[in-house]
């Protein structure tokens, strides 16, 4: 069996504008042209020398019902408004955006304890916000704000922290939408002429069926994706359903807010004693979100077909060991069971091939990128960019692994890991 398991770097490397700062960047001038009435009143963009723009332009004048959606998406949207005046807006990684999302949060979290470490209700009254946008946002509710307005006898506002974090819960799925929008109306339609050699080689190969015809076989693909790249590219269209597991959702144009299956979230942040007792936030990790959204994991079949294949080349090679350790017949039998057992102790089992491309390898995947690694019977290779991210995936790798198996894995007779340059179009 082959694997592979793509990330954003995939469509990067076909030149797609993914990086979490090229939607942002898409949304801030979005905002800036339907802000701005001179612009809708002339009925079309003057400049319009970035495809970015093209594309605005045609939203706005030629799909009004899309464009509205995505209007009432952005506007007035808490993260989005974040995002803009964060200077981490600046940065490329999803990774980023994701552990902005995850300070938000546990700042949040954090302020509903007391100085006694007793923790308040979620219907209580907000006291006060330790996050500096949080704070500035909603500043007026603050108990020194409250306490301010009785002395002048006015009366103070007050939220509660279930207010401000369903706030925060549905301008996430808002924002959500909105990049599955950017994703299948823009990038998705984006002339792509790119082929990846290093992807050609990987995708399918000539295997004789039982009926000894030769049959083209295609790889598994665990896709960290969204988009359809991997899809329009480089698989005939019967083969789609079977061969992808989108472990964090695919992204359609004609979703919803309530259907959209996109997993766009945060890690567990709680301690192991905490993290099933306190569930507020739940709703913010992709866990819950792989669950809730039903994205499924077709690639734990994949890994049991593995392992279970190893296990049972495990009992045959003992069984045909312990027979020629039991045998008590005539010399010939016992020298061809003998002779028998010594070749099957240096046999070695069939491998599979797991390949990364465009994964940075981050500890947020950790769990599953152990899954399809630590196998005595999967080879993997690992292919990078350049030597700075090739340095960078070794220093995930040990997060994920630790440093003496990845050592281990890496060189002598049980290598099972190698890094690979990968070969632009």
């Not at 079309?44 to 970015?52: D, S």
């Not at 905490?274 to 739940?282: A, G, H, L, P, S």
């Not at 990078?384 to 790798?397: P, S, W």
Request: hydrophobic share 35%; proline share 1%; glycine share 4%.
């Amino acid at each position: 069996m082959n694997i592979l398991v793509i990330g954003n770097g995939f469509d990067l490397s076909h030149k797609l504008p993914t990086r979490y700062n090229d939607f942002i960047g898409f949304v801030e001038r979005f905002l800036n042209i339907i802000n701005t009435p001179q612009i809708l009143q002339q009925g079309e963009l003057k400049n319009t020398e970035k495809t970015v723009y093209e594309y605005i332009d045609h939203l706005i004048f030629n799909e009004q019902q899309l464009c509205k959606e995505l209007e009432q998406l952005v506007k007035d949207n808490i993260w989005i408004e974040y995002f803009l005046q964060n200077p981490m807006y600046q940065k490329e990684n999803w990774i980023d955006f994701e552990n902005e999302i995850s300070k938000v949060i546990q700042s949040l979290d954090q302020d509903m304890f007391f100085k006694d470490g007793e923790k308040s209700e979620l219907s209580e009254k907000m006291q006060d916000l330790s996050n500096p946008f949080l704070h500035k946002k909603y500043s007026k509710y603050t108990a020194a704000m409250r306490t301010a307005s009785a002395l002048t006898h006015g009366k103070g506002e007050s939220i509660t922290y279930k207010e401000i974090r369903d706030r925060l819960y549905n301008d996430l799925n808002k924002l959500i939408r909105a990049l599955e929008i950017y994703l299948t109306d823009y990038v998705e339609k984006e002339e792509c002429n790119c082929v990846l050699p290093d992807i050609q080689e990987i995708v399918k190969e000539n295997v004789k069926g039982a009926d000894g015809e030769e049959q083209i076989k295609y790889c598994k693909v665990l896709s960290f994706n969204y988009t359809n790249t991997y899809e329009r590219l480089y698989l005939d269209k019967q083969q789609i359903q079977n061969s992808i597991d989108y472990i964090h959702g695919k992204a359609k144009l004609f979703n919803t807010v309530e259907n959209n299956n996109m997993v766009l979230g945060i890690d567990e942040y709680l301690t192991d004693e905490r993290k099933d007792r306190e569930t507020e936030f739940i709703a913010f990790k992709k866990f819950y979100q792989r669950i809730y959204k039903e994205t499924g994991c077709k690639y734990k079949d994949w890994v049991e077909t593995i392992r279970e294949e190893y296990d049972d080349f495990l009992q045959e090679k003992e069984r045909i060991i312990n027979r020629a350790n039991e045998y008590v017949g005539n010399d010939v039998q016992r020298m061809m069971h003998r002779l028998q057992a010594s070749a099957v102790r240096d046999q070695k089992c069939k491998m599979h091939n797991v390949y990364i491309f465009g994964h940075s390898l981050d500890i947020t995947d950790k769990d599953i990128l152990r899954e399809l690694i630590l196998n005595e019977n999967v080879y993997t290779t690992i292919f990078y960019l350049n030597r700075d991210v090739m340095g960078q995936q070794i220093a995930n790798l040990v997060k994920i692994i630790g440093q003496d198996e990845l050592i281990r894995r890496t060189g002598g007779k049980s290598k099972t890991i190698e890094f690979k340059q990968q070969r632009e179009c």
